[in-house]
């Protein structure tokens, strides 16, 4: 019989953030992440550079988080680590670390994809914060990713709609850098969003076939409206920022929306969990709740904080892995590209 209290030690090493979870069966003990600064002057996440910081802050973090859930190493019963996807350099770091781990402590290993963690974060037991059914329909929108999945249950999801070229996240930072804000951008564009009118400059919308997205010709388009603008007035962007942003936000929701209509349509589940790093843009947030009353949608938004990446989402998913006893040994590899 499975004892009742399971601890699962969850390690996260995908990009540029070292973090580690302890979670007791579905509840959160610690959640604890690195962040590296250093790719802020770089304008974006150099590999190199990313999974020599993992290096230096592995030991710091899973140490951490240890003591914040105020457990001894020889108490935990399994080691859930990331597989895949993202930056072969970093997933190694995090992978290498886990097995070592799990050989010294003779407790089971448990790989997890990284995008269904997103999806599944919805399940950690977070008081305020329903869980939903089976099935549902799942949007992840993050930095690498923009997809739409039928979750029928834990292990069962199929992608029915992505991107065919730049993910929501990308779009975002690539825009925010037109624009000359800092490097992350996306959050940056949603606070001056918040005090802009979204009407204010209309941008076509890309139009894709099916469930897919695209989004570099809405980058395009907005990369040549704002050339032509500052050659009327050099201090366009300075005068308009917040409309400016707010009206790229907007287009933008209203591209996520359209698909995911469509999806209800087509699948008719009418149940929408948001997922991945990009969920905690505050106008995607506030859409979906209001497409509750809208469309009569059950929607589920993360708490902020499993939303970019963290080992908490890591945990949740090898807590249910540990249920059906779905491990590994210490040959698995790490891909940086990886299928449901």
Known sequence: MLNPEVYILA????????????????????????????????????????????????????????????????QLSAIAFTQGPGLMGSLLVGSSFSKSMALALGIPLIAVNHMQAHILAHFIDEEGYDKPEFPFLALTISGGHTQIVKVNNFFDMTIIGKTTDDAVGEAFDKTAKILGLPYPGGPLVDKNAQLGNPKAFAFTKPKVPGLDFSFSGLKTAILYFIQKEKQKNPNFIDENINDICASIQYTIIEILMDKLKMAVKETGIKQIAIGGGVSANSGIR?????????????????????????????????????LSQNFENASVVSKARIQF
């Not at 945990?315 to 249910?320: P, T």
Request: aromatic fraction near 8%; charge should be neutral.
């Open 11 to 74: 390690v996260e090493s995908s990009c540029d953030d070292t973090a580690a979870a302890v979670l007791c069966n579905d509840k959160v003990l610690s959640n604890v992440v690195a962040n590296q600064l250093i790719h802020n002057q770089y304008g974006g996440v150099v590999p190199e550079l990313a999974s020599r910081a993992h290096q230096q802050n592995i030991v710091p973090v899973i140490d951490a988080a240890l003591k914040k859930a105020n457990i001894q190493k020889e």
């Open 286 to 322: 506030n859409t979906l709740k209001e497409a509750e009353q809208k469309y009569g949608w059950k929607t589920f938004v993360p708490k902020f904080e499993y939303t970019t990446d963290n080992a908490a989402m890591i945990g949740i998913v090898g807590y249910q892995k540990f």
